[in-house]
């Protein structure tokens, strides 16, 4: 029987591509936006794609619904230039310390079914993984940046999509939620999942505890740890 539904984030989480992701949304942003000095501000961790494009057009003065075709249509351009970047001999893409031995335990526990809960497009969260090695088809389950502009409405889109592996739709301690965002912490609330933090990305592990999460944790190296606190 299925225990867990363990959703991993990944730009910061799994790992990093040294801005391969911001350079391909503003290269793609520039065949519609001239000025983009303004794009300066806004950050990007714990946001959907579509949010982040969003956002952009609007610090350009161009105020468009997440949904919109022109939202739509820049994402799409996104991910050609992000293929483009990831190749380049310069862009490095690093795996969070941890990550690999977490994996492949959770691969090894009964009743744990891996998958991925990101803001990424679906096609960007694959270039990524790929660009560091990691196969996609390790992640049984995913719900993306291209199923819900909104991060809150991810969690319950994964939970049904595991729902024919579970016998019933996964919730409450049955969804472990993983990522370096307060955003992370907080998208699952809906289905009372239970969040686990760490620092690998652009907040510290007092600006994480701070958003309440069941645990928290500087990176994923202590592999016992970060086990008990997913499965206990």
Request: aromatic share 4%; charged share 25%.
């Amino acid at each position: 029987m299925m225990r867990r539904l363990v959703l991993f984030d990944i730009d910061g989480t799994i790992l990093l591509t040294a801005g391969a992701g911001r350079r391909a949304i503003l290269a793609a942003l520039a065949e519609d936006v001239a000025h983009v000095a303004a794009f300066d501000g806004v950050r990007f961790d714990g946001k959907t794609d579509p949010q982040i494009v969003t956002e952009l057009l609007a610090a350009a003065g161009l105020s468009e619904p997440r949904e919109s075709p022109r939202v739509r249509a820049v994402c799409q351009r996104y991910v050609g230039y992000l293929a483009r970047e990831l190749e380049r001999p310069t862009t490095r893409t690093t795996i969070m310390p941890g990550v690999h031995d977490l994996l492949d335990r959770l691969e090894a526990e009964p009743g744990v079914v891996l998958g991925l809960l990101t803001g990424n497009l679906a096609e960007g969260a694959e270039l990524k993984l790929r660009s560091g090695g990691i196969a996609p088809e390790r992640f049984r389950v995913g719900a993306y940046g291209s199923d819900a502009g909104h991060r809150p409405e991810l969690p319950l889109i994964a939970a049904r999509r595991a729902e024919a592996m579970f016998g019933r739709m996964p919730q409450g301690e049955d969804v472990v939620i993983i990522g370096d965002t307060p955003a992370d912490i907080g998208c699952g609330a809906g289905v009372g999942a239970r969040a686990i933090a760490v620092a690998t990305g652009s907040f510290s592990v007092t600006d994480l505890a701070a958003c309440g999460p069941h645990a928290v944790f500087e990176d994923l190296r202590d592999t016992d740890a970060v086990l008990r606190a997913i499965l206990d």
